[in-house]
C-alpha cells in the first residue's frame, strides 16, 4: 500500500482566496506528480517534478503553481481560486528502484469554489 | 490531444461474467502500459501492467493482452465480481510520465 497523503481531502472555498493543497510521501520517491481530475473523466496531469529544486508543467495548462523544496514534500497552491478550479487533484509519487514505473496515489483533495 | 483513447466509456456485466475494456494509442515510443482501478473517493492503484515486448499477462483474474503492431491493449476480467465495480483507466508511459485513457466505469450485478 502507497504511503502518500493528501489534506486537506475535502475544501470549499471562496472565490479570490489563496489555497495550498499539502501532499507528502513517505516512500523516499524522487518523481512526484500533481493531476487534476473531474467526475467520472480523465486524470490529467498538470505538474510533475523530478527531485528537490526541479519542477514542471504537465500536459495540462493549469494557474496553480507548485515547489519541491523537500524531497517528500510537494505543495499545490492556487493564488486566487475561481470556481473553475473546482476539480479533484490527485497528487502521486513514483521512483522505487524495484517498482520503476509504478506510479502510487494520494486518495485525492476536492476543491469546491463558491 | 489525448494520446489514449479507451472504450466503452461505460458497461454492465453479471456477476461470473467477462469485462472487456480496450485501448488504443499513437506514440510508438510508448513502452510501459499499466492499468488502474479507481474506486469512488479513492485515488487510482495499480492493477496490472505490461511491457509491449510482451503479448499478454496474467494476474489472478485480470488479463491484459497487447497487440504492438495494431498499437491496443485490453483488460479482461474474469469471473467478474461486485467488489469488481469500479472505474479502470488504461495508461501509456515514455518515461515517467503516464497519459491516462478517459476511464470505464464497470458495474457487475449480483
Known amino acids: 500500500e502507497a504511503d502518500i497523503y493528501q489534506t486537506p481531502r475535502y475544501l470549499v472555498i471562496g472565490t479570490g482566496k489563496k489555497i495550498t493543497l499539502e501532499c507528502s510521501q513517505t516512500m523516499g520517491h524522487d518523481k512526484m506528480y500533481w493531476y487534476q481530475q473531474d467526475p467520472g473523466m480523465e486524470l490529467h496531469l498538470i505538474h510533475y517534478s523530478y527531485g528537490v529544486n526541479s519542477t514542471e508543467k504537465g500536459d495540462l495548462s493549469s494557474e496553480s503553481t507548485v515547489s519541491r523544496i523537500r524531497t517528500e514534500h510537494f505543495p499545490l497552491t492556487l493564488e486566487s481560486a475561481r470556481p473553475s478550479h473546482t ?8 521512483g522505487s528502484p524495484r517498482e520503476w514505473n ?13 | 490531444q489525448q494520446q489514449v483513447k479507451q472504450s466503452p466509456q461505460s458497461l454492465i456485466v453479471q456477476k461470473g461474467g467477462i469485462s472487456i475494456i480496450n485501448c488504443a494509442y499513437e506514440n510508438t515510443a510508448f513502452d510501459y502500459f499499466p492499468w488502474y482501478q479507481q474506486f469512488p473517493g479513492k485515488g487510482p492503484a495499480l492493477l496490472i501492467a505490461i511491457r509491449p515486448d510482451v503479448s499478454e499477462k496474467k494476474e489472478g483474474r ?3 493482452s497487447f497487440n504492438k503492431s495494431a498499437k ?5 476480467i474474469m469471473d467478474s ?23 470505464t466505469t464497470v458495474t457487475v450485478r449480483a
Request: hydrophobic content about 40%.
Open chain 1, 87 to 94: 476539480s479533484q487533484y490527485l497528487c502521486a509519487s513514483s
Open chain 1, 102 to 114: 509504478t506510479i502510487y496515489f494520494g486518495e485525492g483533495s476536492w476543491l469546491t469554489v463558491v
Open chain 2, 62 to 64: 485480470f488479463t491484459i
Open chain 2, 72 to 76: 491496443q491493449f485490453s483488460l479482461h
Open chain 2, 81 to 103: 465480481q461486485p467488489g469488481d465495480s469500479a472505474t479502470y483507466f488504461c495508461a501509456a508511459s515514455m518515461g515517467y510520465k503516464l497519459s491516462f485513457g478517459a476511464g
